[in-house]
């Protein structure tokens, strides 16, 4: 489970270079990722407008945007030449929480994983999950955690949410299922 913050943009990890801006990596289910943007991909040009002599933080500018707006990027890669891609911008998530969940001795644990612990949950140690429902679980312990888990349309787990209510946080499953 992934609980994250989050900024309108393209997803992606950007350098400068000389003739433009390398992108490092992709992020993971980001507009970037979607469209195809590799690693070593140069951008040269940002809606029509050079990126030459630009500064890091103008070209997350022009990255950046409104949600659900197109952003169309002039790209160089090493082995197919130029290229023209237009991106949707998208909310980006970045993962402040990580959270692995598994089976245990017949049971369902919990762990911290990602570099912030939560509630009863810290990194390197396993917490068991005690059931309330089919779908939610709670923690024995000083934060009285509850993690409630829903489907997709197929069936499938995809969606966590810690302590349910008013101060709830809403993950989402990654990796196996």
């Known amino acids: 489970m992934n609980s994250s913050s989050s900024a309108p943009g393209i997803g992606a990890e950007i350098e400068l270079t000389g003739g433009g801006v390398r992108i490092r990596r992709a ?11 590799k690693s070593g991909d140069v951008i040269t040009e ?3 407008a050079p990126v030459t002599g630009l500064t890091v933080n103008q070209v997350i500018a022009r ?6 707006v ?4 002039k790209l ?5 030449g130029p290229s023209e891609v237009a991106l949707t911008r998208a909310p980006i998530y970045v993962p402040n929480v990580e959270l692995e969940i598994r089976m245990d001795g017949g049971g369902l644990v919990a762990e911290a994983t990602g570099p912030w612990p939560i509630l009863d ?13 089919g779908s939610e679980f709670f ?18 787990t995809a969606t ?7 101060w709830e946080q809403k993950g989402t499953l990654v990796g196996k299922r």
């Open 139 to 156: 923690v024995d312990g000083p934060d009285h955690t509850r993690i409630a888990f829903a489907k997709d349309s197929t069936g499938k």
């Open 76 to 80: 160089t890669r090493a082995q197919s």
């Open 27 to 37: 992020l993971d289910n980001s507009p970037s990722a979607n469209a195809g943007l």
């Open 121 to 133: 949950f810290t990194k390197g140690k396993a917490v068991a999950l005690k059931p309330v429902s």
């Open 63 to 68: 990255l950046r945007g409104p949600v659900n």
């Open 46 to 48: 940002i809606d029509g």
């Open 160 to 166: 966590a949410t810690l302590n349910p209510g008013p």
């Open 70 to 73: 197109q952003v169309k990027l």
